[in-house]
């Protein structure tokens, strides 16, 4: 029985990469950063900064809006 390597997703994990990431991560592993950003173009720079800008919503503002909105309740 082999290891499956992490560059290599099984099929369980495979339905959870959509196929775009998948050939840009082939194009990367063959042609390097520079190739990939020449293939992927603006649409990889704004589907990279669209999932920062989700995940640091998320992470940061989120829970800040939170805290902020239970701790105003407990001085009223």
Do not use: H
Request: proline content about 7%.
């Amino acid at each position: 029985m082999s290891d499956p390597s992490p560059t290599n997703p099984t099929k369980k994990r495979r339905f959870l990469m959509p196929q775009w990431i998948l050939e840009a991560n082939e194009v990367r592993k063959q042609d390097g950063m520079k190739g990939m950003i020449k293939k992927g173009g603006w649409r990889l720079i704004a589907a990279f900064f669209i999932f920062y800008l989700i995940r640091d919503t998320i992470l940061y503002v989120i829970p800040f809006m939170l805290g902020a909105n239970c701790l105003t309740d407990m001085f009223q």
